[in-house]
């Protein structure tokens, strides 16, 4: 059992109170010790007691298996110092298990994550990045949790951004730079010319009713060529999904649920809408009055779709803030017309992204795609890589690249806006993913050395330093992160550990053939492991040179 259930379980029995309501943290400075519970204080009205003496009374109750010492702090906060002998427990797991800090917390559970979901004809930008990092990092939380989970991407291969991008094009095979220009250059006329704008709209209709064989072949080689553009990004990105949905799939199976239940989406002036009033929320059309459906629609034919392919006991979906009002009026219609699945939906948002200037653009002021970005920083690694020992400087480019971008999305709460800084975004100093990745790889570095050295690594009888306390933590860390399906949690927790080691590193001489040194070794192992699975689960790569 570990140590903080026996301490969870210990304060329940002696307050007389349910385990569930007993609240464990860490304190942030170490010198208050492991673990810390302010119960005494939540509990003593109820126990008719002052805080300082219930604290007291449960201090003098006895030792509990793998503390050293229980202090009270303050008004009375109780305190608890973990054994010797436990934090070793943990370097010694931590520094020869390939998984060390995974967990079983969601066995049994499956889980679908959706996210990511670019458009083709158009370009994949800042958010679909935003969302493939945050949607990635949730998929694996819940695969360290013991989670069996399934990844989906749903596009948006049918709509009027397909055809503004079709009616603009005057060659059969443009590439895919000439598509999506076509299709700023079809969204301007949309806005500006009545006669376009109508042109398009007949053009949607078409590509709905597939009835032009001229449009047909453009769309299906439009189609193609941005869906395999978009899964050379997913490698570079580290993705791999499952299920791919499309709206051209969803939106005939949005209609006819739609048109099953006249109980639940009523004409107006010509439209289909659901009353979102009636569920305090605002009125969406589901059916526009030429019969098409609207995301509304496609969105209730995906999670049929969904269901039916896997049948999941949680559909996690990951889009931008700005859907959020549209999402809710989405599930208050599906609890009426698909109640089981509807209860399986969660949906995170997340924010955006901007430069420390201002909006995502560019010198010449257009907007900056995620690719460019990506593109850029990658150009950027890569003159910094060539001083590396890494065999391919182009590989660890991408890697530092990618660790850039999603450790600055990664480590702040999903829903809040991103200040994109490169420069920061790629140091290898202070919070950044790449400062996380070099830290990792001077642990190996040690531990390769201490190898060809014929030094063993023995966690046994390692002093219990902040270092070693920290990486006790780490299932915990990862758990607390998995609980609340958020990532930032585990990148805060990664940039403290890497912090404590490199001021670690700098004081100690770690191979100095002193008869410690094994001691060191091990816990420099253990550093390495633990940021190498803190960082997978963030969807970060952990190169081993540097």
């Known amino acids: 059992m570990a140590v903080a259930q026996r301490i969870r379980e210990e304060i329940a029995r002696v307050f007389g109170v349910p385990q569930e ?17 302010g119960v005494a204080m939540q509990f003593a009205k109820r126990l008719g007691k002052n805080p300082l003496a219930l604290a007291d009374i449960f201090v003098n109750t006895g030792p509990i298996d793998g503390v050293e010492k229980i202090e009270i702090a303050g008004p009375g906060f109780i305190n608890f110092y973990l054994a010797a002998n436990t934090i070793a427990d943990s370097i010694k797991t931590a ?18 994550v959706e996210y990511t979901d670019p458009n083709p004809f158009k370009e994949f930008h800042i958010g679909h990045l935003m969302s493939n990092a945050i949607g990635e990092s949730i998929a694996r939380l819940s695969q360290f949790s013991g989670a069996e989970v399934k990844r989906a991407n749903y596009q948006g291969d049918v709509g009027p951004h397909v ?41 949607n209709q078409k590509i709905y009713d597939k009835s032009d064989p001229e449009i047909n072949e453009s769309y299906t080689y439009g189609r193609n060529i941005s869906l395999q553009h978009f899964e050379i990004l997913y490698r570079i990105l580290g ?34 809408v659901f009353q979102g009033e009636k569920a305090g929320l605002h009125t969406r059309v589901f059916l526009t009055s030429k019969g098409l459906p609207t995301y509304e629609t496609k969105e209730l034919g995906l999670a049929e779709m969904k269901e039916e392919k896997w049948s999941a006991d949680v559909l996690i979906s990951v889009t931008a803030h700005e859907q959020a009002d549209y999402f ?14 509807a209860t399986k939906i969660r949906h995170i948002s997340h924010g955006m992204m901007r430069l420390p200037t201002g909006k995502m653009s560019s010198r010449t002021g257009d907007v900056i795609t995620g690719e460019s970005l990506l593109k850029d920083l990658i150009v950027a690694a890569e003159e910094r890589a060539k001083d590396s020992r ?3 400087h182009h590989e660890l480019a991408e890697q530092v690249a990618v660790a850039a971008i999603k450790y600055q999305i990664l480590k702040q709460a999903s829903g809040k806006d991103i200040i994109f800084d490169r420069e920061r975004a790629l140091s290898l ?22 190898r060809e050295q014929h030094i063993e690594a023995k966690a046994e009888s390692v002093e219990p330093s902040e270092l070693a306390r920290l990486i006790h933590r780490f299932p915990e860390a990862v758990e607390y992160a998995a609980s609340e399906l958020e990532p930032h949690l585990l990148s805060n927790y990664l940039l403290a550990l890497a912090s404590a080691f490199n001021s ?43």
């Open 95 to 112: 520094q020869s298990e390939d998984m060390w800090g995974a967990n079983e917390n969601l066995k049994s559970k499956k889980i679908m």
């Open 21 to 37: 309501e007993v609240k464990l943290e860490h304190p942030a400075d170490l010198k208050n010790g492991d673990y810390s519970t």
């Open 390 to 392: 890494a065999t391919s």
């Open 429 to 450: 100093e202070g919070d950044s993913g790449p400062y996380l990745q070099y830290a990792h790889a001077r642990a190996c570095a040690v531990v390769e050395k201490a």
């Open 163 to 203: 055809a503004k991008a079709i009616w603009a094009l005057a060659m059969k095979k443009p590439s895919l730079l000439e598509i999506s220009m076509a299709y700023a250059n079809g969204a301007k006329a949309y806005e500006e010319n009545p006669q376009a704008k109508a042109e398009i709209d007949a053009v």
């Open 328 to 341: 809710k009026v989405v599930l208050a219609a599906m609890k009426e017309v698909m109640p089981e699945i």
């Open 504 to 546: 670690w590193y700098a004081q100690v001489h770690i191979l100095d053939g002193s008869t410690d040194a094994h001691h060191k070794v091990a816990l420099t192992a253990a550093v390495a492991r633990t940021l190498k699975n803190g960082l997978w689960v963030l969807g970060i790569s952990t190169p081993e040179k540097m």
């Open 239 to 272: 993705t791999k999904f499952d299920y791919y949905f499309f709206e051209s799939e969803t939106g005939p199976r949005g209609v006819e649920i739609v048109r099953t239940h006249p109980e639940v989406f009523t004409i107006s002036e010509g439209a289909t």
